[in-house]
């Protein structure tokens, strides 16, 4: 089993605006669950602690196989969401592993 994490921080000129920006990232990616084979698992979450350092959003993923993983990065359904979130999505960070590895 492959863990795929990603953070994000997204834009916004206000509280608000950076509330909303992140509901869209949890929204759009929520919306791949059953879409993507070998995809396991998926979760996001939103920032409650509001620390000037902690990142927005987070994404948590579980796939059967490191192949798996490769094929949802290029995956349609993917594709679609990173380019329907462009501009929102300031920084982001990622962390991939295997379990037991």
Known sequence: ????IVMWRVAGTSPAEKAD???RVRTAF???RGRIPGLVHLEVGLDRSRIDYACDVVLYTEFATSD???A???HPEHRRVRAELEGVRLSRHQVDYAVGA
Do not use: P, T
């Not at 089993?1 to 795929?4: D, G, N, V």
């Open 21 to 23: 920006n992140a509901e």
């Open 30 to 32: 929520e919306g791949l």
């Open 68 to 70: 798996a993983l490769a």
């Open 1 to 4: 089993m492959i863990k795929h």
């Open 72 to 74: 949802y990065q290029e």
